[in-house]
């Protein structure tokens, strides 16, 4: 059997890992032939691929990005995109298709899945906003880089007397900010389930100042927003896929902070780093566990299913279950959160 591998939408810590799982399973398990699709859906419309087995996969589990690469784009994308992704599939005999993405990505491979192509799913992205599963791989990676680089600017923050508010991915959801927040000690964690009130968030840096302490952490998420009737915020540009471009929301909120405190306030935004580069050992076996099980469902032809974490377990579900909602910080999280910040 042939099976082919796409990773799709923004890289994440683990990619690699899910790649080298499937090939090793599918040539190791079942004797099955892999390859991979250039860019995501980009290399599946345009006939673009690379052989993949044991050998080429040797050494990248512990490296960062995606060895196939990745794009945004999508069959849907185009008038002709699916009948030229079906006639791909159709040439290099290809039985099932395995797709590694986040939201955008695998709605496309539920879609494809019911159009007659057959799909399984892989759920990737830092955001860990995929429902269905646990967790996404990618997620502790970003969380240990952003724990680390709080831990750091606590230490600056206390010697200087200042605020600083440190921004991290989340573009709907605040399981980063949440949970790097609540590890790395932060005064205030703002998320997009919970639009803030900048007054309030003043209160709660006067009331900590007022103890004599003078430095503080504030963590935001890229995605949060102020509530209705406390501060306008201009509408974020849009990139070429019709994306939000997130990104400076700490800027706002630092100077909002200044303007009605008085405290220095700096401003740290953690940007891309928090996807490069390495992935814990939590993600390289996450990662490692969603590619031997999907490799398992493509063989067993047990498409139209997305592998997820449940209760610890990995087990496939169908993509609807999946992709119907994006995954929120659980309201009992966010109850943690507050026990310590606002
Ligand atoms: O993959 C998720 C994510 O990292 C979001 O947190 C972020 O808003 C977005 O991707 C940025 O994507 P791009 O690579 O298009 O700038």
Redesign the pocket.
């Known amino acids: 059997m042939r099976v082919g591998v796409l990773t799709g939408?923004?890289?994440?810590p683990g990619l690699n890992a899910v790649i080298r799982a499937v090939v090793r399973r599918a040539e190791r398990g079942f004797g099955d032939e892999v390859i991979g699709f250039v860019d995501g859906y980009r290399g599946l419309i345009d006939d673009e691929w690379m052989p993949l087995d044991v050998g080429s996969c040797r050494g990248i589990l512990p490296r960062g990005g995606t060895i196939i690469g990745t794009s945004?784009i999508q069959p849907y994308m185009f008038d002709d995109g699916v009948d030229r992704a079906r006639a791909t599939m159709a040439l290099h005999d290809i039985d099932s298709l395995i797709v590694i993405g986040?939201e955008g990505t695998l709605s496309a491979a539920s879609r494809l899945d019911s159009e007659g192509f057959r799909v399984v799913g892989v759920p990737?992205?830092?955001?860990n906003?995929i429902g269905g599963t646990d967790m996404t791989f990618?997620f502790d990676t970003?969380v240990q880089i952003a724990t680390d680089a709080i831990d750091r600017l606590h230490t600056t923050a206390e010697s200087h007397d200042r605020v600083i508010v440190v921004e991290v991915?989340?573009?709907h959801v605040g399981h980063?900010a949440t949970w790097a927040g609540i590890a790395g000690g932060a005064t205030v964690i703002l998320v997009p389930e919970e639009p803030f009130d900048i007054a309030k968030v003043c209160d709660s840096l006067h009331r900590r100042h007022a103890k004599g302490r003078y430095a503080s952490i504030v963590v935001v998420a890229?995605?949060a927003r102020p509530a209705e009737g406390t501060f306008e915020l201009a509408e974020p540009s849009l990139?070429e896929?019709g994306?939000?471009?997130?990104?400076g929301i700490a800027n706002v909120v630092a100077s909002e902070i200044e303007a009605r405190t008085g405290y220095e306030t700096r401003v740290t935004i953690l940007g891309?780093v928090?996807?490069g580069g390495t992935p814990t050992a939590f993600d390289r076996v996450l990662s490692t566990r969603f590619g031997v099980e999907a490799m398992n469902a493509a063989h067993e032809s047990d498409t139209g299913k997305m592998v997820a974490l449940d209760g610890g377990v990995v087990v496939r579900k169908p993509f609807a279950d999946c992709i119907a909602d994006l995954k929120v910080v659980p309201p009992a999280l966010l109850e943690v959160s507050h026990t310590f910040t606002a």
């Open positions: 939408g923004g890289d994440c945004r986040g990737k992205t830092i955001d906003d990618g970003a991915m989340g573009r980063i890229e995605g990139d896929y994306h939000q471009r997130l990104g891309y928090q996807r």
